[in-house]
């Protein structure tokens, strides 16, 4: 019996999976790929790893680098990554977190030069165990979350 | 910074202090930009570049400058780098020296950004330890008052942390180290005490104790505030139950958290440490231009 695709299996590409629920747009925003491309998308699977699901990513015709891939550690540290090409798998890889992060995470800090007067957003790994990151400008360390992500 | 970075800062300052160098800023420009008032900070760095013979430059004001007519910062300070050999740049924004150095051309020595960095006491600090007790390592160092919101004792802790010393922390529950200063130093494996008790630190036989202001606006409730501010305070009676060696260092200004009587002690350092900012600012201007080396 042919099995039934939730989400379509795609040719040449990228898939991320295990993504927590419901991130997955979020980390399209990470990716910098709002308005590129062929994406699909899967939400709310059932998952072990995450109690209130996961979410699929397949980008079509696009490989995504290791720098690339690694800026979703920042919100899915158990995300998995396919390189897909000709329908097979050819690269299972593993993210690690970024040492430097650039226009990606705002600084929660409101009175940071980031905010304040128009500096770039930077930021560099503080500890690897809890996602802390320092920001260059005002130096405050802070734990990251989804809510950090920068709006463009 | 290093070790030895603040190390070179502190022998240089020593040199400049005892008048064995000189005139290492002639024909150097210093532009100071204070974007929110601080007339001491001001005054010693500008007092520190005509006493290396450079000109100096600048606002002291922020309602004066171009900014209040809507020109961005980032572009006042891309202008400005054409005036001068340095920047000095005191601001209200935290990150706003690091951001300036990055526009500039010229260097950029941070007099302060909000509650962020205050390096240049930081370095007039070691200074002032050093002379005092001839070295900056193996010290019992209590650091008391607003150890929560205090930029300039966190800063010393950091410096402090690299040279191997004790530390003592002294305030009231509400206004305690941060937990992650405590858990660097931790990491780091540096010995350190958190006490509220003044008194406790009697034991501690301390060679310095470094104490801030505790502020007012603190505490909402000013009944609180006053029993915690004459808890904190220091006296001739304090001096001699700490150990008539201990040093007393303030940041300045004080507002009643050192008693005038011990003004005239021995201990009293804090008047030679506020006039060691000038042979330190004068060290970091003659490094960051090349005057010195």
């Given at each position: 019996m ?41 939400i ?23 720098e ?14 396919n ?53 260059v ?16 | ?56 430059f600048?606002?002291?004001n ?104 004790e530390?003592i922390f ?18 780091a494996n ?38 915690v ?29 050192i ?18 900012g ?16």
């Open positions: 042919t099995r039934a695709y939730k989400v379509y299996s795609i040719e040449n590409g990228t898939v991320i999976d295990h993504i927590p629920t419901p991130l997955a747009l979020k980390v399209i925003r990470i990716l910098g790929l709002e308005n590129e491309g062929i994406m699909t998308i899967g709310g699977f059932n998952s072990e790893k995450h109690p209130r699901g996961k979410d699929i990513l397949k980008i079509e015709n696009r490989e995504l680098s290791y690339e891939t690694d800026k979703i550690a920042l919100i899915a540290p158990d995300a998995t990554i390189i897909i090409k000709k329908g097979e798998v050819v690269e299972k890889r593993q993210i690690t977190l970024p040492s430097e992060v650039k226009d990606i995470l705002s600084c929660p800090n409101p009175n940071c030069a980031t905010n304040q007067l128009g500096a770039g957003k930077h930021f560099l790994l503080e500890n690897r165990d809890t996602v802390t990151y320092r920001c400008y005002c130096e405050r360390a802070t734990v990251v979350n989804p809510d950090m992500l920068a709006t463009k | 910074m290093s070790q030895d970075d603040l190390t070179k800062v502190v022998e240089t300052a020593d040199l400049v202090k005892r008048g064995e160098l000189s005139g290492f800023l002639n024909g150097k420009t210093v532009a100071t930009l204070f974007f929110e008032p601080s007339t001491r900070t001001r005054l010693s760095f500008e007092s520190a570049v005509f006493k290396s013979g450079g000109s100096v600048g606002i002291a922020p309602k004066a400058s171009s900014q209040s007519k809507g020109e961005s910062f980032a572009d006042s300070i891309r202008t400005v780098s054409g005036y001068c050999d340095v920047m000095v740049i005191r601001h209200p924004v935290e990150g706003a020296a690091r951001m300036a150095s990055e526009l500039s051309g010229t260097p950029v020595i941070n007099a302060g950004d909000g509650a962020n960095q205050h390096p240049t006491q930081t370095f007039l600090d070691l200074f002032t330890i050093k002379e005092s007790l001839g070295r900056l390592d193996n010290l019992k160092i209590g650091m008391m008052g607003d150890l929560k919101y205090g930029r300039t004792v966190h800063s010393l802790t950091d410096a402090l942390a690299m040279f191997n010393n530390l002294i305030s009231p529950p509400s206004l305690k180290m941060p937990r992650h200063i405590l858990k660097e130093l931790d990491d540096i010995r350190y005490r958190t006490i509220s008790d003044l008194e406790e630190a009697g034991d501690c036989d301390l060679d310095i104790l470094y104490v801030t202001r505790i502020q007012k606006e603190r505490f909402g409730d000013p009944q609180e505030y006053e029993k501010a004459g808890v904190y305070r220091i006296t001739q009676d304090t001096i001699n139950m700490l150990g008539k060696d201990v040093r007393v260092m303030h940041p300045l200004p004080r507002v009643d958290e008693a005038e009587e011990v003004d005239s002690m021995p201990n009293a350092i804090y008047f030679t440490q506020a006039h060691n000038i042979p330190t600012r004068q060290a970091l201007l003659g490094l960051v231009t090349g005057g010195l080396n």
